[in-house]
C-alpha cells in the first residue's frame, strides 16, 4: 500500500503533512512520488493568495480521471481550503474526494482507512465509535501524542524539521483568511512539545523550527504570557539539539522577555522574523494590525539593543486596498531605512470572507501591484549585498544541512545560507567556514577547522 502528499503552502503545512505521512506509515503505508499508483492521495491546501487556491483546484481537476480509472483509490483533501469544519458546499464541489481533513488532523483520514479495513460485519459498530470520538474533539484540535516518527523518506537525510507549538490564530488582521480556516489559538503542553523535539533528535536532527500564526502568542489561550520564554528555556537543554528558531513573531506580542531569552540561550538562534507589512498608518490601520510605523522602527531598534548580531526578517503586503502611491513610497522608505537582512514580499489577493473584502474594493490594478513588488524587491537586493558582503573575511558558524552539485549547503546562526567543499562527512554538523564570496542570497566559504562532534550519532543519516 502507498501514499502520496502534495502539499503547498506555509511551514505549517509542512510539519502537517509529515505528521500525516508519520501516521499513515505507522498503518503500514509507504511513499511513492506517482499520484496514479498511491492508494492514497492526499493534497494538503493553503487558500492564502488566489494563485495558490487555483493551484489546487487544477490538481483536484486532475485526480478525476485516477479516480475513474481506479475507484478504489482513496483522495483526501486536507488544510485550509477545507477549513476546521468542512462545509457540505465542499462536499458537493469535489465528489471525488473522499475524506475533508481540518488543518493540522490526522484523524478523518487514518480512521476513514482504519474503518475501510474492517471487514463488513464490524464496520457498523465502528463508524459509531468514529462519530463519538470526533464529536468529542474540539473543532480543528490536533491529536498528538508528542512524539513523532519521521516518514521513511525523511529519516535519512533529514538535519530541520518543523514543529507547531500553537494552531490557529485570534488576531484577526482584514486581509487574512487563517482564522477562519484555522480556528481559534491551541496552544500545545510544553511537555508534548518537548516529546516531540526529543523524538526528532533520537532520529538525527540538529535543528527545529517553532510554528505559530503568531508564534509569540503560545501560552495565551491559558492565560500565561510567559510560556515562549519557558518553552524555550526546556528545549534549550535537551541533548543533541543544536538549535532553536520560531517563527512568526507580531510586533505587538515580542516582549522584552522574550528577546532577553533569545540573547541568554545558546541554541536559539539570533534570528527574528517579525512582519511589518506596510510603512504607512492609514493602510495598517485598515489591515487592523494594531501598531504604528514608529511602532514597528522602536521594535527593530529593541531587538537589536538586546540581540547583537540579529538578523531581522519581515513580511510585506503591496497594493493592499486605498494603497496609494504616496503610501506605497512610506512602505518602500521604511524598508529602505531599516535595512532587515530579509523581506518576504506579496501582492494583495482579496480573500473571500475577510473583513477587507467585504468592506473595500482591490482598487490597485495587477501591474501596479507587480510595479511596486519588484521595486522593493530591487531595494532588499541591494540591502543583501551590502548585509552578506560585511561576512567575507569572517568566520561563521554553520550547521550542514545537505549538499547540492558537490559542495556542502549550509546556514549560520542567522539563517544565512553558506556553500563550502569539504571531503569530510558532514551532514548533521555543526562547523566554521570562513566567508570568501558573497552574493544577495548566499556566500561561499571554506572550512576552517575540524566540524564539532555531536551527542548522538543520527540514526540511518547519511549523505545522497
Not at 501582492?347 to 474594493?361: E, M, N
Request: charged share 30%.
Amino acid at each position: 500500500m502507498h501514499y502520496h502528499i502534495w502539499t503547498i503552502g506555509c511551514q505549517m503545512n509542512t510539519a502537517d503533512s509529515q505528521r500525516l505521512g508519520s501516521e499513515l506509515e505507522r498503518m503500514g503505508y509507504r511513499w511513492t512520488d506517482a499520484i496514479e499508483s498511491a492508494d492514497v492521495v492526499v493534497l494538503n491546501t493553503c487558500v492564502v493568495r488566489q494563485q495558490a487556491e487555483d493551484r489546487i483546484y487544477g490538481r483536484l481537476g486532475g485526480l478525476r480521471p485516477v479516480k475513474e480509472e481506479r475507484p478504489d483509490t482513496v483522495i483526501a483533501l486536507m488544510g485550509c481550503l477545507v477549513g476546521h469544519k468542512p462545509s457540505a458546499a465542499l462536499r458537493r464541489r469535489f465528489p471525488q474526494v473522499d475524506v475533508f481533513i481540518p488543518p493540522s488532523e490526522t484523524l478523518p483520514l487514518t480512521d476513514f482507512l482504519a474503518a475501510r479495513a474492517m471487514d463488513e460485519a464490524a464496520r457498523e459498530l465502528e463508524r459509531d465509535q468514529i462519530a463519538a470520538r470526533w464529536a468529542d474533539q474540539d473543532a480543528g484540535s490536533p491529536v498528538s501524542n508528542g512524539a513523532l516518527i519521521l516518514p521513511d523518506r525523511e529519516r535519512s537525510h533529514s538535519v530541520s524539521a518543523h514543529v507547531p507549538v500553537v494552531y490557529g490564530c485570534n488576531w484577526v488582521c482584514t486581509f487574512c483568511i487563517i482564522p477562519s480556516r484555522r480556528g481559534p489559538e491551541r496552544s500545545r503542553p510544553i511537555e508534548e512539545i518537548a516529546a516531540h523535539a526529543e523524538s526528532l533528535v533520537q532520529q538525527g536532527l540538529r535543528e527545529i523550527t517553532l510554528l505559530g500564526q503568531i508564534v509569540d502568542r503560545y501560552g495565551y489561550d491559558w492565560g500565561e504570557h510567559d510560556a515562549m520564554p519557558r518553552l524555550l528555556r526546556r528545549l534549550n537543554a535537551i541533548d543533541g539539539l543544536e538549535r532553536i528558531r520560531f517563527l512568526t513573531s507580531h510586533p505587538n506580542f515580542m516582549s522584552d522577555e522574550l528577546l532577553d531569552t533569545v540573547a541568554e540561550l545558546p541554541k536559539v538562534m539570533e534570528h527574528i522574523e517579525v512582519p511589518f507589512q506596510a510603512g504607512d498608518d492609514a493602510v495598517l490601520a485598515r489591515m487592523k494590525r494594531g501598531y504604528t510605523v514608529d511602532d514597528y522602527r522602536r521594535l527593530v531598534e529593541r531587538i537589536r539593543q538586546r540581540i547583537p548580531g540579529v538578523a531581522i526578517h519581515t513580511d510585506i503586503i503591496v497594493g493592499f486596498c486605498g494603497e496609494s502611491e504616496r503610501a506605497f513610497q512610506g512602505t518602500y522608505d521604511l524598508l529602505a531605512e531599516l535595512e532587515l537582512d530579509k523581506a518576504h514580499i506579496a501582492k494583495f489577493s482579496p480573500r473571500p470572507g475577510t473583513v477587507a473584502d467585504k468592506l473595500w474594493a482591490d482598487d490597485v490594478s495587477s501591474d501596479e501591484k507587480e510595479r511596486r513588488r519588484k521595486a522593493l524587491d530591487d531595494l532588499q537586493t541591494e540591502v543583501c549585498t551590502r548585509i552578506n558582503a560585511s561576512h567575507v573575511g569572517r568566520d561563521v558558524e554553520v550547521l550542514v544541512e545537505g549538499s547540492d552539485r558537490g559542495r556542502w549547503r549550509a546556514r549560520t546562526r542567522t539563517n544565512k545560507l553558506v556553500y563550502f567543499e569539504d571531503p569530510r562527512p558532514l551532514l548533521g554538523r555543526l562547523a566554521t567556514v570562513r566567508v570568501t564570496w558573497s552574493g544577495p542570497w548566499s556566500m561561499i566559504g571554506e572550512a576552517v577547522d575540524r566540524p564539532r562532534p555531536i551527542v548522538h550519532e543520527p540514526i540511518a543519516l547519511e549523505l545522497r
